[in-house]
């Protein structure tokens, strides 16, 4: 049996502390039960740690977890792992055996099946890099898909184009010195509590980059907006495409300032900005 909760709040399972009740939310702790539960409620929402998500204030129907799905394994420099493991995690356990590829991903808060749907990258490098394989379910059969099939580009997949589940991947990693690989985990976990506001919720930075020399982060500073805020929704005073609960904001707050935001940066700049985040 998948574990069940009722009016589970969403604020409690994301990262920017947002989000009415769940009127039914779902863990289930096997790939069976997952299938189960996504026939059962085939418009579910999806969750995996909720770091890349913004919920309604009114709440959403029914929400189902990734988190149960936790298995991993090595094989060699392979790494399987199932959807709902941190990729901090993976980043660590990697780290031990000596195994390289994942290193510049450190510090990305969400599970391995999010950072695929999105293609999750940090630093230059992205998981696209490493991925070798996905196992996912399309709405009626799971399938086992080559990285040739995976459709990745800058934060995209073929999983985010036709809302399919991941359910488990392979990465292929490169055998290194481990203390080599835990070092350079080490600058870029340095690297982002210096640069980004991580002692308060958010959800990393709210803007897909529109183009690879555009930095939305640095215009939007240029337009002298860093701590504008709406209600308790503020653009970070340390990142400026980060946008900020600096408390009880809402997910209307939020809406309201990445809206104001985007039409100051079109107005100045002429760029068209879309949310990375994905709004509920
Ligand atoms: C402080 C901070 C820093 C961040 N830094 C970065 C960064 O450097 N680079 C970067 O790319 N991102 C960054 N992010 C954003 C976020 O951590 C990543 O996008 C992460 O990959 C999201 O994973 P998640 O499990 O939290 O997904 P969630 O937020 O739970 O979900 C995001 C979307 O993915 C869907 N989803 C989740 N799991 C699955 C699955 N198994 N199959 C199909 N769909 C699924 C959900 O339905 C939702 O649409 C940052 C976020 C924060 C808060």
């Known amino acids: 049996m998948c574990r069940q909760f009722f009016d589970e709040p969403l604020s409690l399972h994301t990262s920017f502390r947002i989000g009415g009740p769940a009127r039914l939310f779902l863990v289930p702790k096997s790939v069976e039960q997952m299938l189960c539960a996504l026939k059962l409620y085939p ?6 740690k909720g770091t890349n998500v ?3 204030d009114e709440g959403v129907d029914v929400v189902i977890s ?12 392979l790494l399987i792992s199932e ?5 901090s995690k993976l980043c660590v356990e990697s780290a031990e055996r000596g195994l390289s590829g994942l290193e510049l991903l450190y510090g990305i808060p969400g599970t391995i099946g999010g950072a695929i749907l999105m293609n999750a990258g940090a630093y230059g490098a992205q998981i696209a890099d490493v991925v070798e394989w996905v196992e996912c379910f399309d709405g009626e059969q799971m399938r086992i898909l080559h990285r040739s099939q995976l459709e990745f580009s800058y934060r995209d997949s073929v999983f985010k184009k036709r809302n399919w589940l991941v359910l488990r991947a392979c990465l292929r990693l490169t055998k290194s010195d481990p203390e080599a690989v835990r070092s350079k985990m080490e600058k870029i976990m340095k690297k982002r509590l210096e640069t980004q506001p991580l002692d308060l919720p958010s959800a990393g930075s709210f803007f897909k980059r529109p183009h690879s020399n555009f930095y939305v982060g ?11 805020r709406i209600g308790d929704a503020q ?7 980060f946008i900020v609960n600096l408390g009880s904001a809402t997910a209307k707050d939020v809406i309201a ?3 104001t935001v985007k039409q100051l940066v079109e107005k100045h700049f002429n760029v068209v900005l879309e949310p990375e985040v994905d709004i509920w």
């Open 43 to 48: 418009g579910a929402k999806l969750l995996g």
């Open 54 to 56: 913004l919920a309604p």
């Open 66 to 77: 990734t988190l149960g799905l936790s298995n991993f394994l090595f094989d060699g420099d």
């Open 83 to 87: 959807a709902g493991v941190l990729l």
């Open 218 to 228: 640095k215009a939007i500073e240029q337009l002298g907006l860093k701590g504008f």
């Open 235 to 241: 653009i970070s005073t340390k990142h400026a495409g």
């Open 257 to 259: 300032l990445a809206q």
